[in-house]
């Protein structure tokens, strides 16, 4: 207890007794950056040739709006009216929601990630895939038959994550996040880049009001919708907010710190997201391809290429633990709550190997981890498509966790009244979201069978 009060006195630890946060706005905007801009961005394109060269830019910049929202909403859940700090998602739905909802909320929230991160697999695989077909291309001209597996590459991804997924937590990832964070800019800058280079080679602007034409309306209506449910699984970071805002160190407030972040990246993420979308529509057109760097829209320079897609494998291993950590915090907390008294759950081993400082291991943990990155990888092998996957993950992600309990937890918080103008908007704002979330997931569904059957 004295050594408590000790640290506590000269600020080693935080108002809730737990090690001080040291956080700041651009540490915070690196997670950001680093959640947001990942797999998403190289279906923009491809999005955007479906909407055409009016509903494409602007549904970027509403979803942009949306999730500024959302951010905005949920940051101020971060601490209840006590100062009680709200440390994950699932706390504040359980706080202000109750038991009954937050188990609703564990579901989705620990499907979307278990998603997200099956998705970077994915697109793990394609990236050093085309890096393969890049550098065959070159060689033996841009109609030869480079054809490769993917297995392999799903199987190296997997085994740099069981080994990166020992990081201990958030706290201890911001490092991973400012290096993902610079790879994310890279790789967008090079796909703007190039984009912008092949309108200026063509002498015109590709595409059209209505985007690529369809056999039928109905296939026009499909492939839209899934064009839905890709942006929205490339903007909304809601289900790792809070997480995020529990690095930040205090003062200021927390949520004035995440607010800003929130402007900051979503303002820098959107610029990249239309820079990429837009340019890449005006350079290919109705031949777009659904991944703007892999998909082979671009043969040369054949090394930016290859540098391109070595940026987004490098990024996509940070990512992909942004993605993992909550999802393990939330199992291992289960577990030790469970058996508090069990050694395999709750015992820390040294081990020291030649070279290297001792560390400390737990065997739940690398058990658990471990079998965690192994489903991810056996998941994408059975599902290795990349636009359908994306979109079933955006539509799920979108409404319930992004904007749902977002705004349900914000009137709670509020004590706003029914019916009055705020109750109204904010209620209206979730109906709309809930539509765009509905057509999203029918399109993608869609997609993801047919694509499977074919």
């Known amino acids: 207890?004295?050594?408590?009060?000790?640290?506590?006195?000269?600020?080693?630890?935080?108002?809730?007794?737990?090690?001080?946060?040291?956080?700041?706005?651009?540490s915070c905007v690196a997670h950001i950056i680093t959640a947001v801009i990942g797999s998403g961005v190289l279906s923009l394109a491809w999005s955007t040739s479906q909407l055409g060269w009016i509903a494409g830019p602007i549904t970027l910049l509403i979803f942009a709006i949306i999730t500024y929202l959302s951010s905005f909403l949920l940051s101020d859940c971060y601490r209840s009216d006590d100062g009680t700090r709200n440390k994950s998602y699932m706390d504040a739905v359980q706080l202000y929601l109750g038991r009954k909802r937050t188990w609703m909320c564990?579901?989705?929230?620990?499907?979307?990630?278990?998603?997200?991160?099956?998705?970077?697999?994915?697109?793990?695989?394609?990236?050093?895939?085309?890096?393969?077909?890049?550098?065959?291309?070159?060689?033996?001209?841009?109609?030869?038959?480079?054809s490769y597996g993917d297995t392999h590459f799903m199987l190296l991804f997997g085994a740099v994550q069981v080994v990166m997924s020992q990081i201990p937590n958030f706290h201890s990832m911001t490092w991973l996040s400012v290096v993902a964070a610079i790879m994310s800019f890279t790789y967008s800058f090079i796909g703007?880049?190039?984009?912008?280079?092949?309108?200026?080679?063509?002498?015109?602007?590709?595409?059209?009001?209505?985007?690529?034409?369809?056999?039928?309306?109905?296939?026009?209506?499909?492939?839209?919708?899934?064009?839905?449910?890709?942006?929205?699984?490339?903007?909304p970071?809601?289900?790792?907010?809070?997480?995020i805002q529990d690095t930040l160190k205090s003062p200021p407030p927390e949520n004035k710190t995440m607010k800003m972040a929130s402007m900051i990246a979503i303002f820098v993420t959107t610029f990249f997201y239309l820079c990429c979308g837009c340019f890449g529509?005006?350079?290919?057109?109705?031949?777009?391809?659904?991944?703007?760097?892999?998909?082979?829209g671009f043969f040369e320079p054949y090394w930016l290429i290859d540098f391109a897609n070595a940026c987004i494998v490098l990024h996509l291993v940070g990512g992909y633990q942004i993605f993992c950590q909550p999802v393990f915090a939330f199992v291992e907390r289960w577990f030790t709550n469970k058996y508090p008294s069990s050694g395999f759950v709750n015992n820390l081993y040294t081990i020291k190997l030649p070279f290297l400082p001792s560390f400390q291991m737990n065997p739940f943990k690398i058990c658990f981890r471990t079998a965690y990155v192994a489903s991810t990888v056996v998941d994408a092998m059975i599902f290795p498509y990349f636009n359908q996957v994306l979109g079933v993950l955006g539509?799920?992600?979108?409404?319930?966790?992004?904007?749902?309990?977002?705004?349900?937890?914000?009137?709670?918080?509020?004590?706003?009244?029914?019916?009055?103008?705020?109750?109204?908007?904010?209620?209206?704002?979730?109906?709309?979201?809930?539509?765009?979330?509905i057509v999203g997931l029918i399109g993608s569904i869609q997609g993801l069978v047919s694509a499977k059957i074919g």
């Open 1 to 26: 207890m004295v050594q408590h009060s000790l640290e506590l006195a000269n600020g080693a630890c935080d108002d809730d007794g737990h090690p001080a946060r040291t956080g700041t706005l651009w």
């Open 106 to 146: 564990a579901l989705l929230q620990n499907l979307s990630l278990y998603g997200t991160d099956i998705a970077y697999v994915i697109t793990t695989s394609a990236c050093m895939r085309a890096i393969q077909k890049s550098n065959c291309y070159h060689k033996e001209g841009h109609d030869a038959p480079c």
């Open 192 to 235: 703007f880049g190039l984009g912008f280079a092949q309108v200026i080679e063509n002498g015109t602007i590709k595409g059209s009001i209505t985007g690529v034409p369809a056999a039928s309306v109905a296939d026009k209506l499909w492939l839209a919708f899934q064009a839905l449910g890709d942006i929205a699984f490339a903007y």
């Open 237 to 243: 970071y809601s289900i790792i907010l809070l997480e």
């Open 281 to 296: 529509y005006a350079a290919f057109g109705n031949n777009t391809p659904g991944n703007l760097l892999t998909g082979f």
């Open 395 to 437: 539509a799920l992600n979108f409404w319930p966790l992004a904007i749902y309990f977002p705004v349900e937890m914000y009137l709670v918080q509020k004590k706003t009244q029914p019916w009055t103008r705020k109750w109204v908007v904010l209620r209206t704002f979730s109906f709309f979201c809930l539509l765009v979330t």
